[in-house]
């Protein structure tokens, strides 16, 4: 990513972080993007990259591995993931070039994706865990993205193929919690995945308790929301 034609754009227009950033993001998340190369949220991004008259896909040097397609990539093996189609996204996921992959968020949902398939398909353990730690341990250290969650998710669904119930039941309890504690701070799309999704995988797994729990969580945003 070219973040300097992002700053220059800024300077020419003789725009300060401060400005630039109102109303979108801190000044010390813009600054972190323009020292450090540390690339905020998509949304963000999209928003700054706004106001200067840019797109994400102008700063990116190789088209190719542009934020807008790698997006639309792994929109598209969610989608068939969630339809099942597991040797479809395998394929698809092995053709993700991660390492030229920029955007947080996005890296967090193909370490998200390719963990929940191996638990989906029996994987091995240490490879279902290995990726979910990328967005436990590295990605979403302070776990406030609703990654987290679906990556509880996940561990959830690989202990029930293995019989192991209380450790499944450990982790699901967790999306549960987790969700209490984002009813703040995701974006409503990303409500509606988390929700949808856990309810789906506690179905699968026969986990009724946090189906039951999830779905009224479920309800009770929905309700919320057509009252906004």
């Known amino acids: ?3 300097q034609k992002f700053v220059a754009r800024r300077k020419a227009l003789k725009i300060s972080q401060v400005k630039l950033s109102t109303g979108i993001c801190t000044q010390a998340t813009l600054s972190k993007f323009e020292r450090r190369g540390r690339v905020p949220s998509l949304a963000i991004l999209e928003q700054l990259c706004g106001r200067l008259g840019l797109t994400v896909d102008d700063l990116n040097e190789s088209r190719d591995h542009s934020v807008t397609q790698v997006r639309a990539q792994l929109d598209e093996i969610e989608r068939q993931l969630m339809m099942e189609n597991y040797q479809p996204v395998l394929q698809a996921l092995k053709q993700v070039q991660v390492a030229q992959i920029e955007a947080v968020p996005l ?7 390719s963990g929940l398939l191996k638990s989906l398909i ?10 979910f730690d ?3 341990d590295d990605l979403d250290q302070s776990h406030e993205t609703v990654f987290t969650p679906l990556a509880y998710v996940g561990l959830g669904v690989m202990y029930s193929r293995l019989a192991e119930l209380e450790k499944a039941q450990f982790y699901f309890e967790k999306v549960h919690q987790a969700i209490e504690q984002l009813m703040a701070a995701v974006a409503d799309q990303d409500y ?7 309810v789906a995988f506690a179905r699968i797994n026969h986990n009724q308790v946090v189906e039951v729990k999830t779905a009224a ?7 919320a929301s057509k009252r906004a």
């Not at 890296?107 to 994706?113: A, G």
């Open 122 to 131: 029996n994987g091995a353990a240490s490879d279902v865990c290995f990726d």
């Open 192 to 198: 509606l995945r988390l929700l949808s999704e856990t």
């Open 1 to 3: 990513m070219d973040i």
């Open 107 to 113: 890296k967090m949902q193909f370490y998200y994706l």
């Open 134 to 136: 990328q967005i436990l």
């Open 217 to 223: 969580l479920r309800s009770r945003y929905l309700r």
